[in-house]
């Protein structure tokens, strides 16, 4: 706002030649309103604390950055640490499940194996003629099923072991996992909360505080200038020195105040000098508003840079808390760690153990199921062998049959050649020569010796011939 010598407060002579004096009425309107300009003393006032609270916000906010990479440098990896002991759990796991897998894969064919057979010899009814007492009785009524059922239930709670074992461990990574998650979870809130604080623009909000507040001051004091400048107008003009209290009296008392403060006797000027101070007075008078209202905006956009700033610095803080946090549940579970790890230890030893229990009770069903394979296979081979037999029997009967009869047709050849022989020549031989010249031939006879003790019992011919049919198929 210009002053009385200011270059921009010259004019020609001949426009303030030109020019008319300003009624003491402009005069006192001047005062009034240059008096309540003042008012903007309070938005100055409110700069220089705006500027006193985000200066420490600042180096808090230079502080906490700092800070902040320390803590996710040392977050990071204390997680990659964790992330790795993680990782050998579940290793183990994975390793065992695909074990347990396997066995339970082998199992199962294990046991449809032996349902297989056990239904083979369920199915399989025992011939009449191979019971002491005939009935409906099946090879299975030969063996000990429950042997089996026995078995199996071992091997199912063996398989009961292992899950519960899994869910222990599966509970302890569980806990593990959900500590990790937490911590990633605080470590993601950290980095996001930072990557929202921009540095450079907060140094540069508060750079452009520190413009406003002086640039406001400076406005501010060309008001307190051309007030100055009112009042010794005033007071040089006849009356003025009334009319300077009345409009006083009429103002607010904060401002009336700020004027009694200010109050100087006024100095005796020239006419000239009077003249050239109203003009002054009057120029300057019509810039007032526009410099109340650009130091009000500085005001208002000084606020709105200050919520900036405390904003960058509170989200700083939230970024901070959340590291803390992350740095705190790290020391929470890696207190917890020889528990995790510990977890991981039973339970590799437990498997270790129940595997071993699996391998000894599938070793015992095998075994059962080749005894009743091998029992299968034998009363099919009895079948097979009662009808070789019986077929050896019926060979050996019908050569005998044969032989009888030749035996027999020779011995009546015999008999006609003998009696022939008598005819002939038996009147001229005497008794006493050879008695047993008259004696009939002698007579063969073919018998079975030890039949009870070789007795061969009846097969039908469809049960040998199943047995033949499940003797190729087994192989």
């Given at each position: 706002?210009?002053?009385?010598?200011?270059?921009?407060?010259?004019?020609?002579?001949?426009?303030?030649?030109?020019?008319?004096?300003?009624?003491f009425a402009s005069l006192v309107s001047h005062f009034v309103a240059a008096k309540r300009s003042l008012s903007s003393t309070g938005h100055v006032w409110r700069a220089n604390e705006i500027v006193a609270i985000a200066k420490p916000c600042l180096e808090n906010i230079v502080h906490m950055d700092a800070r902040m990479g320390f803590l996710d440098g040392m977050i990071e990896k204390h997680l990659r640490h964790l992330d790795n002991i993680r990782h050998g759990l579940e290793t183990i796991k994975i390793n065992v499940d695909e074990e347990f897998k396997e066995y339970l894969k082998y199992?199962?064919?294990?046991?449809?194996?032996?349902?297989?057979?056990?239904?083979?010899?369920?199915?399989?009814?025992?011939?009449?003629?191979l019971q002491i007492k005939p009935g409906e009785s099946s090879l299975l009524d030969f063996v000990n099923e429950g042997g089996v059922e026995?078995?199996?239930?071992?091997?199912?709670?063996?398989?009961?072991?292992?899950?519960?074992?899994?869910?222990?461990?599966?509970?302890?990574?569980?806990?593990?996992?959900?500590?990790?998650?937490?911590?990633?979870?605080?470590?993601?809130?950290?980095?996001?909360?930072?990557?929202?604080?921009?540095?450079?623009?907060?140094?540069?909000?508060?750079?452009?505080?520190?413009?406003?507040?002086?640039?406001?001051?400076?406005?501010?004091?060309?008001?307190?200038?051309?007030?100055?400048?009112?009042?010794?107008?005033?007071?040089n003009t006849e009356g003025g020195g009334d009319a300077v209290q009345q409009a006083e009296r009429e103002l607010?008392?904060?401002?009336?105040?700020?004027?009694?403060?200010?109050?100087?006797s006024p100095q005796s000027l020239t006419d000239e000098e009077r003249v050239e101070l109203i003009r002054v007075v009057d120029k300057d008078a019509g810039e007032v508003n526009d410099v109340v209202n650009e130091i009000a905006a500085r005001s208002s956009e000084m606020e709105a840079q200050l919520v900036g700033i405390t904003g960058q610095?509170?989200?700083?803080?939230?970024?901070?808390?959340?590291?803390?946090?992350?740095?705190?549940?790290?020391?929470?579970?890696?207190?917890?760690?020889?528990?995790?790890?510990?977890?991981?230890?039973?339970?590799?030893?437990?498997?270790?153990?129940?595997?071993?229990?699996?391998?000894?009770?599938?070793?015992?069903?095998?075994?059962?199921?080749?005894?009743?394979?091998?029992?299968?296979?034998?009363?099919?081979?009895?079948?097979?062998?009662?009808?070789?037999?019986k077929a050896s029997r019926s060979k050996m009967e019908k050569i005998a049959r044969e032989a009888i009869s030749k035996i027999n047709d020779l011995y009546d050849v015999e008999v006609e050649r003998r009696e022939a022989f008598r005819s002939e020549h038996g009147e001229f031989l005497p008794r006493n020569l050879w008695s047993?010249?008259?004696?009939?031939?002698?007579?063969?006879?073919?018998?079975?010796?030890?039949?009870?003790?070789?007795?061969?019992?009846?097969?039908?011919?469809?049960?040998?011939?199943r047995a033949i049919a499940r003797s190729f198929k087994s192989k």
């Open positions: 706002m210009p002053q009385p010598g200011d270059d921009r407060s010259d004019t020609s002579s001949d426009d303030g030649s030109a020019d008319e004096e300003p009624s199992l199962d064919n294990e046991h449809i194996q032996v349902k297989e057979i056990t239904d083979t010899l369920r199915s399989t009814i025992v011939e009449d003629s026995e078995q199996m239930g071992m091997l199912r709670e063996c398989i009961d072991h292992v899950n519960e074992a899994q869910r222990d461990f599966d509970e302890s990574n569980t806990t593990f996992d959900r500590d990790l998650e937490q911590i990633h979870d605080k470590l993601e809130m950290a980095r996001s909360s930072g990557e929202d604080c921009d540095f450079t623009k907060t140094t540069t909000l508060f750079r452009s505080l520190e413009a406003h507040a002086t640039e406001m001051a400076d406005l501010l004091q060309s008001l307190v200038r051309h007030y100055d400048l009112c009042v010794s107008a005033l007071k607010p008392d904060d401002l009336a105040a700020f004027s009694n403060e200010r109050a100087e610095e509170s989200i700083l803080k939230d970024s901070s808390f959340a590291s803390k946090e992350a740095i705190n549940l790290i020391e929470s579970i890696e207190k917890s760690l020889p528990q995790f790890i510990n977890a991981s230890s039973v339970f590799d030893s437990r498997w270790h153990e129940i595997k071993q229990r699996i391998d000894e009770k599938m070793a015992e069903l095998k075994g059962m199921y080749d005894f009743f394979a091998d029992f299968l296979t034998a009363y099919d081979g009895l079948l097979v062998e009662i009808s070789r037999r047993g010249v008259d004696h009939s031939p002698a007579k063969f006879d073919l018998q079975i010796r030890d039949k009870d003790e070789d007795r061969i019992p009846e097969v039908s011919r469809e049960a040998v011939q």
